[in-house]
């Protein structure tokens, strides 16, 4: 259904370099690429979400033993597993709620309603005295992290100019990584110093408070206005993101795609079982790949192969750290010269190889070959090449992909997935590792990568500097 148009097909009908194919006949609209300095510092905002979801996701794995110590669960393995889950079922839940809170309230709000429960669970984290008020403070933060990413991927998409919308979508992962190194090396001193990890909790509330301030001078989303029917105010947001001379052929791209004859809301089934299934599909198992490939099983267990060839566990940590950003910086610079569809078939093929790598090393059982040296190398890549396209990709390319009035609660189902895997790889890595050899089960991640590179071949189309309207027109569902 959704390949029934490639753009190749309608290379004649749309002239990518052209914009004025797209517009109103004999008008005199300016056609070179807008500044891309006035929409910079409104998606720089937007990524601080994407930094707090980093940031929560690591900030229990350094203090987590003196947590459980000092709320009186030290050695219990469930309640510390329950502090972790805790915050990924409240993500979860987030998540199914994003596509409704920013169709119904907006961009702008959504992101500031996905701020207050991240500053309100990380004060009760900080302050707590008992593991009840632990998981309760998790549970508000993963609310709050849930709601957040989806949203920031709607945004950035719907506010960038399309000849920078890959470099700006790649920040939001490098967002995500400086996160993570910043809850790592915050977390550094929490075993030496008492008290210190109430300290990594409360901090978190200032780049959440940030958010929510910032958020007020930023320009809401001129594509949700004009789905509300406001458009002065889409036309007021578009000068403010592309500056005066590019607001009218923005405009005539929304006007000349608008379908009147469709209703405002979108129904569950529509997604699910009508005519949009098959990009909400393609989307999930994008989602869906990108966990099962194995990315939080190596990075769950980095620190432990790294120790094993004699690295402390806070350089293994930085090594890591210091890869996921490097492939993530890598992808900002090829996105839009390269495309997401290239970098998509590169990042899986090299986890492929990369897992390949760790298969070897965990089938060695000679000391003396280097095995463990080859294993810390297999992490490192697929970590670099997970990065690199697998990691950055999919929350670009799928508001790319979704029509308008379905983008953002398609979204919600697609990040709710991405949840649901996470959630289970997670809970079931550490029981198929005791009860399969390593080498089986990093054998089942390259798979994975593999049926990653096929899937992307096949359905996944290019998106490198088309506009939102061109990329909706050229995979527009027929009756």
């Not at 997970?386 to 979204?411: D, Q, T």
């Not at 049926?451 to 569902?477: D, M």
Request: with cysteine.
């Amino acid at each position: 259904m959704y390949k029934r148009f490639s753009f190749k097909y309608n290379s004649s009908l749309i002239d990518m370099e052209d914009n004025s194919g797209l517009l109103q006949g004999g008008k005199d609209f300016e056609v070179s690429n807008p500044s891309w300095r006035l929409s910079l510092p409104h998606v720089l905002v937007a990524t601080i979400t994407s930094f707090l979801f980093g940031y929560h996701l690591g900030v229990v794995n350094e203090p987590m033993e003196v947590i459980s110590a000092d709320l009186g669960f030290n050695g219990n393995t469930l309640a510390e597993g329950l502090v972790v889950s805790t915050c990924l079922g409240g993500a979860l839940v987030g998540s199914l709620l994003s596509g409704w809170v920013a169709d119904g309230v907006g961009r702008r709000m959504a992101f500031q309603l996905s701020a207050l429960p991240m500053i309100a669970g990380a004060a009760m984290s900080a302050m707590t005295k008992t593991l009840a008020g632990m998981l309760l403070g998790r549970l508000f933060v993963g609310i709050g992290m849930g709601l957040g990413p989806p949203v920031a991927s709607l945004y950035v998409t719907e506010v960038s100019p399309a000849f920078v919308r890959g470099t700006y979508g790649s920040f939001i992962q490098i967002a995500t990584c400086l996160g993570l190194m910043a809850a790592l090396l915050i977390g550094i001193p929490a075993k030496e110093t008492v008290g210190w990890w109430r300290v990594c909790f409360g901090v978190s509330t200032i780049p959440a408070a940030l958010l929510a301030l910032a958020m007020v001078f930023c320009a809401e989303s001129p594509h949700w206005l004009y789905k509300q029917g406001r458009t002065e105010e889409a036309e007021t947001e578009f000068e403010k993101l592309l500056g005066g001379s590019h607001v009218k052929s923005a405009l005539a791209e929304l006007s000349k795609f608008d379908r009147g004859d469709e209703p405002d809301s979108v129904k569950l089934s529509e997604l699910l079982f009508g005519r949009h299934f098959q990009v909400v599909f393609i989307g999930s198992t994008l989602f869906a790949l990108q966990q099962l490939s194995g990315i939080n099983a190596i990075f769950y267990f980095s620190s432990t192969v790294f120790k094993s060839s004699g690295v402390p566990s806070n350089l293994a940590n930085v090594c890591v750290g210091i890869s996921n950003l490097a492939g993530s910086i890598i992808a900002m610079l090829l996105m839009d010269r390269l495309g997401r569809k290239l970098l998509l078939l590169w990042s899986f093929s090299g986890m492929a190889v990369a897992m390949a790598l760790q298969v070897v090393a965990a089938g060695s059982h000679s000391p003396d070959s280097g095995a463990v040296y080859l294993s810390v190398g297999g992490t490192l890549m697929f970590v670099l090449m997970f990065a690199l396209g697998a990691g950055p990709v999919p929350g670009l390319l799928l508001p790319e992909i979704f029509p308008s009035r379905i983008r953002a609660k398609a979204m919600a189902i697609c990040m709710s997935v991405h949840w649901v895997i996470n959630f289970f790889v997670g809970l079931l890595f550490l029981h198929l590792l005791e009860k399969m050899r390593p080498q089986f089960l990093y054998s089942g991640f390259a798979t994975f990568c593999l049926i990653a590179v096929a899937f992307v071949k096949r359905n996944v189309v290019e998106t490198k500097g088309k506009s939102l309207q061109e990329i909706e027109i050229a995979l527009l569902p027929q009756e």
